[in-house]
């Protein structure tokens, strides 16, 4: 009997040791505001890379500004939660300009997620926990299946973390110390190099500076029709932004 009570004694005392990591490493997961703090009035400006295809999409180019996304009011969205609008402004490469709106778009923050509408699509940006090797359906929100939609390239993308709390480097050498980079695509269909085959390339990432925000983005969809098609050639779009600072 005293041998099983030894053991029993055991028994609690690892369950206990067990229950008080996991609260530790509870409480040690970062806050989604960490990563994408938000209040009316923060802003971040980036340099803005746009490949576009020209030439009845036989050949892409590339066409730089500056944007800044700016905080621009806390509203609600259809749901009643508490919601950001941004409002992003676009000038010229050298900011010698006006800046101009060009859209608008809003982020709401959940207890345990941060979504973002951009041109009526919901996408899940972050999501608890953030460390290294967390997955979610980032684009689960978006109607992908119907013939009529016309992303249906969005479909089925697994969002990872990636170098949790590692430096990353922006605009003029910047370097952010701590980081956390959201792979969202990285995929190649067909056969590119036989221009008498259907191909397409899709390629998204996103990294989240810590106390700042979205600090870099690189997205790239292209599709691309051979001759025997009546669409022959590419359409698709790509952009990168780099942050140049922020407030």
């Not at 008080?20 to 923060?42: F, H, I, N, R």
């Not at 709390?165 to 590119?192: K, S, Y």
């Not at 996103?206 to 050639?233: A, C, R």
Request: glycine share 6%; hydrophobic share 35%.
């Amino acid at each position: 009997m005293q041998r099983l009570l030894k053991i029993a004694l055991l028994l609690f005392v690892s369950a206990s040791l067990l229950t008080s990591c996991d609260e530790k490493a509870q409480v040690l997961t970062p806050a989604l505001s960490d990563y994408m703090p938000l209040e009316v009035g923060k802003y971040i400006r980036y340099r803005c890379d746009s490949t576009v295809f020209v030439n009845f999409g036989t050949k892409d180019t590339v066409k730089s500004y500056q944007v800044k996304d700016v905080v621009d009011a806390l509203i609600t969205d259809n749901s009643n939660r508490p919601t950001y609008r941004i409002i992003r402004y676009l000038n010229d490469t050298a900011a010698s300009g006006t800046w101009t709106p060009i859209s608008t778009y809003t982020v709401t923050p959940t207890n345990a997620t941060i979504e973002l509408v951009e041109n009526n699509l919901r996408f899940v940006k972050l999501k608890l926990p953030i460390a290294d090797g967390v997955t979610w359906g980032g684009n689960n929100y978006i109607q992908t299946t119907s013939e009529s939609s016309t992303v249906q390239y969005l479909k089925g993308w697994d969002y990872v973390y990636d170098k949790f709390e590692q430096a990353f480097t922006v605009w003029n050498n910047l370097n952010i110390p701590n980081t956390v980079t959201v792979n969202q695509r990285d995929e190649t269909l067909g056969t590119p190099t036989d221009a008498n085959f259907y191909s397409e390339r899709n390629f998204s990432k996103e990294v989240f500076g810590k106390g700042i925000g979205l600090i870099y983005k690189e997205f790239l969809h292209w599709e691309y029709q051979p001759p025997s098609s009546s669409n022959h050639g590419y359409t698709g779009y790509g952009i990168k932004l780099t942050m140049i600072d922020h407030n």
